[in-house]
DNA sequence: CCATCCACGTTTTTT
DNA sequence: ACGTGGATGG
């Protein structure tokens, strides 16, 4: 593939950013302006142009499915020689150094690494043996602190002269101590540390640093405005001697300051690298006019931004819509109702849609109205896939078995299947092994010489040990899968879950662990030379967005977060409500207006992953935390003019015509037309007045009214306990002999009165 | 040591 | 509404 080959596909931007090869750059890409296109295609230009050895490559992403998706494409662009270029995450390139220089920190190379769970085992084991009440401060707390910390490079040492000298600080400042000996102790690292210590690995050993640098001489950070302090850090230091460091991003996208990113690694990366230059990629490929004019006009409230205007010669489309409903279910409903005729009627597929919501509560609604209309679906997030218990205790196992000293594995299984083996037989190893400097699974193994044991426990402890050393004898010979099935088998795990679970409860996790074994089979063999810590190292890294892949047609649910980098033809961005999206958390934040901002760009991550239609929905009720909440509309719906939203207000000649008058439910379908918000008090109840109940009164077109008795073909009589307006249907609650309270639709329902 | 029941707090977002 | 963790009783 030639220079003039590899250009011709891209438009004069683009071309500048791939041709830019030495120095350091900084693309300013916006939504859907190909930038992932610039970023291969700059990796084909440095190669097969410039004659840079791929293996001086370095292509930093923050999730697999991006780092995935990039590799296959330079795969194809490239074939020969693609595979010597590092196309990774953060962490797993930060692993694969570690790995390898794991003993100049005082590491071995099979350490573990910690997801958030474990890390809140050993913090509250923290707790209970330094007997910190927790009412006063909580371990996540504490946790997410420390966190906060190693992203800023803080270390336990100087983290006191970082936060103050008070009482409270001391005190983190203690934890954060032992939190951190302990993992040492374990062999283990936690996600934060694999940035963290790979930037000390290169501050303490320049010789370490000195083979990346030479190494690594052309770098490439995507979604850099994503980017932390502590990843900030590690890239430097790697572009410092050769300075060709391209980084991609766009302030306007970023959303995760929660979790440390500094907006000002990208703000400012031309005054740190006063050398760069500037490439901006304004022309969007994805989304229709319509669709960006309301992107641009939402993200343009916010302060502090880079400025830039995003354009397309995309056609102008459809008018972005604005739905309100009474509440959640039916705007839950409606969205699952409408996917279905879309689909149904042809010319589109499930996987044309995407549902969008601010957070994982607001899906199980959703995943209800699925279900119950056929709609095939798949949810992202949630429960990690990896964090659920039944997949835990398998790993903890494998985990025991590869790195014994690892506590947190250990103890999580001592008990599981029950052995006998309790908190207090627990607490006497861990106090044996913590005097003999050894670890839980060592102390175990000397139980006979822990005095304060009984010959029975011993021997429940035993049984414990003798199936571990089972296993790493196995581990030798065994591949992963055989070794998952093998512990699967000896555990009796199928059994133990029938004790204690239902049914159907069983029957899911059975089909998780199915899954489990298949992810390791499907490891083996994508793997030349397979090992249970490489197969744990793969896992411990991977997130639920990670597994979305092309072949199924489903609608995918997910929270706004992990959509970005996504795009669909047809959107809804639902829970449009203050007090939701912007959630109440920003709103009542110390600094609201920052953290709005932060909102705003989530929202316009959203808007921007549409490409043809974007519906956005909002409830005038729904329930938050076991109580009913009102909320007005989302300050970023009024955000967009007026005149470019179609809210469903019957307009000349066009619109739903509705059987009874809207005013019968206030703030139904009212939105758009409502007084301008107050901003000051989000909260305010603009809608006081419920829908009369009282006074039961006919409703156009059905022959029954609430307190009626009907009959229905399967559910046979029953009495009406409500009947409220749908969207485009009457949706009447009836209480059924032995089937109890069924909301159904009244033209699909047939109901008839009862004399 | 274990099973069961109740109270509590929890919720943004994820590598 | 839901799950966790603590208290209680077996």
Redesign the pocket.
Known sequence: MDEREILEKLNPEQQDAVRTTEGPVLILAGAGSGKTRVLVHRISYLINVCGVWPGNILAIT???KAADEMRSRVDDLIGFGSDRIWVM????ACVRILRRHAEELGYTRYFTIY??DDS?SVM?DIFRLKKID??RI?E?QVLSMI?SAKNELISPENYASAAGKDFFSRQVESLYAEYQSRLKANNAMD??DLIGNTVKLFKEHPEVLAIYEEKFRYLMVDEYQDTNTAQFKFVSLLADKYRNLCVVGDDDQS??K??GANIRNILNFEQIFPESKVVRLEQNYRSTGNILNAANNVIRNNRGRKAKKLWTENETGAKVRFRRFPNSFDEAEFVADEIRSIVREGGSEYRDFAVLY????QSRLFEEKFLLMNVPYKL??GV?FYAR?EIKDLLAYLKTTANAVDDVASTRIV?IP?????????TKILSYAADGGLSFYEAAKDADRIGSLSAA?VKKIRSFTDLIEELKEDAKELSVSALLRKIVEATDYENMLRE?DDEDVVADRLGNIEELVNKAIQYETENENPSLSGFLEEVA??????SVEDGDDRVLL??L??AKGLEFPNVYLTGMEEGVFP?M??LN?ESPLE?IE??RR?CYVGITRAKKRLTMTAAGER????NVERHPVSRFVREIPRDMLDNGLPESGSGVRLKAPSAAIPGFREAVAAPPPKYDNPYIRREKKEPSKSAPKPFAGLDYKVGDRVRHVKYGTGVVTEIREGKRDYEVTVDFQGWGSKRLLAAFANLVREE
């Open positions: 923050f999730t697999n995450t953060f962490h797993a997801d958030t809140l509250k927790t009412k909580k996540r966190s996600f934060d959303i995760y929660f979790r601010r957070t994982n509560a992202v997030g990690n218990k008990n029950k052995r006998g083996i309790g908190q207090t037989t627990i426990t204690q890294l991977i997130a639920d967005i990670d997910m929270t977060h992990s959630g958390m920003s934040a953290e932060e909102e989530l329930m938050v935390r076991g």
